[in-house]
């Protein structure tokens, strides 16, 4: 400060005026920075709504087209074209514009050129062959002639830009044997498609969730043979037998979940076939072809998922039986019959070639099979009696099916 204070009052001066020079400058450097930062994101901001402009002026030249082609084919008239010839050009004009706009934007180029590859195939193998059925004489004579009534589901754009879909209906209007065309009437029926398209994304998600649940389930049962089956070789050699055992049933577990799953119907399945096709998984099971089990029906039946797990926890059980209760190299043969006679419960018997070694029972394996069936039954409310052998086979009785109640119906209805 005393150096400065020695100088002159010019050289004083000098400085301050410099020092405010510069802070000028060094504040207009980083003004005009700021504001060319300000530009360009204006200018991004710009271009992506003209982007956007342009995408919205695709979509309506091509719901133009459709609407032009519609209108000729309900009417043969060729004034209805007009709205696809002038949509076909603006379309033209659009893309052309977007792709310039993003030229250097690979991602959108790609986008694009996929969205005209669309438009040219809708044009060229529905809109132009349909135009030239329409155009061709003896397409519209045989029309005239078959004189039937009919029905078609459209789109149309609404003055205020909404898309509603309608119902046209036309019936042959004749009066004394002389045709003059056509009654028709048109019914909006956008509620009705726009419930379908709830409907069928509500459809796909609950699939999709089955098999997530399908799959889950299934590892974890994987996980728990596993498990079984290390402690089982690290167990005792008494108490193998039973680790075994429980190995078996776990997998049997695991079949029966995976054949409910590959069921055509979930809600309704054919008995027959889901017991011929969990036969063939269990013939598979343990001791490779040395498992029969033989499937016999009298008439078609069609039961409840709960019904059809129980049934396959039972047919599991007894083959699991006989293969503890005899060796290697015997054969296990199982014969269910089913009768489902129409106005009458569906029935089931079943018996095991091995039915007197089971009920016998093996040492070191616990004789839980009676008290396994007996629950499995009562799950599913199926009367169960007999011991699956010749002379007592096992019975069942399947309880009727229940019809379904909506859930939005009051109690006092259901």
């Not at 991004?44 to 032009?68: D, P, S, Y």
């Not at 069921?263 to 498992?291: M, V």
């Not at 029969?292 to 059809?308: D, F, H, K, M, Q």
């Not at 089971?358 to 009562?378: D, F």
Request: net charge neutral; hydrophobic share 40%.
């Amino acid at each position: 400060m005393r150096a400065f204070a020695r100088l002159r009052l010019v050289t004083k001066l000098a400085a301050v005026f410099s020092a405010l020079i510069l802070a000028a400058a060094g504040t207009a450097v980083i003004t005009w920075r700021g504001v060319g930062s300000l530009q360009d994101a204006g200018g991004w901001n710009e271009h992506t709504h003209r982007v956007l402009e342009q995408v919205q002026a695709l979509t309506t030249a091509m719901v133009n087209q459709e609407t032009g082609v519609r209108g000729y084919l309900l009417s043969g008239d060729e004034r209805f074209l007009e709205p696809y010839r002038a949509g076909a050009g603006r379309y033209a004009a659009a893309i052309g514009e977007a792709r310039s706009l993003t030229a250097d934007n690979p991602t959108q180029q790609q986008r694009f050129d996929r969205i005209d590859a669309l438009a040219r195939q809708w044009r060229e193998q529905v809109a132009e062959r349909e135009i030239a059925l329409m155009r061709d004489s003896e397409t519209r004579a045989q029309a005239l002639e078959s004189r039937l009534p009919f029905t078609v589901e459209f789109r149309l754009r609404r003055h205020d830009g909404s898309y509603r879909w309608l119902l046209d209906t036309g019936r042959p209007l004749e009066e004394n044997g002389v045709f003059h065309g056509y009654l028709g009437s048109c019914f909006d029926i956008t509620d009705r498609k726009n419930a379908e398209d709830h409907a069928e994304r509500a459809l796909i998600e609950k699939e999709t969730l089955l098999a997530e649940i399908y799959h889950r389930v299934r590892n974890n049962l994987q996980v728990m043979v596993s498990l079984i089956g290390l402690y089982g070789r690290a167990a005792p050699e008494p108490c193998r037998g039973s680790f075994d055992a429980l190995g078996q049933r776990v997998r049997a577990i695991a079949l029966v979940q995976q054949h409910l799953h590959e069921a055509p119907h979930i809600a309704s399945i054919d008995l027959h076939d889901y017991l011929r096709r969990l036969a063939s998984g269990l013939g598979q099971l343990r001791r490779s072809g040395r498992i029969s089990v033989t499937v016999e029906a009298e008439g078609t039946s069609l039961v409840e998922p709960r019904t059809a797990n129980a049934l396959g926890m039972i047919v599991a059980e007894i083959v699991a039986e006989c293969l503890d209760a005899t060796t290697e190299a015997t054969t296990c043969g199982i014969t269910i019959r089913i009768d489902a006679g129409i106005g009458g419960p569906v029935r089931l018997s079943i018996v095991s070639g091995s039915g007197e070694a089971a009920a016998a029972g093996r040492e070191g394996v616990p004789k839980l099979g009676p008290r396994l069936i007996a629950a499995y039954a009562a799950q599913a409310e199926i009367a169960v009696s007999g011991t699956a052998t010749a002379d007592d086979p096992l019975q069942l009785q399947l309880p009727e099916a229940r019809a379904y109640v909506p859930p939005s119906l009051p109690p006092s209805l259901r």
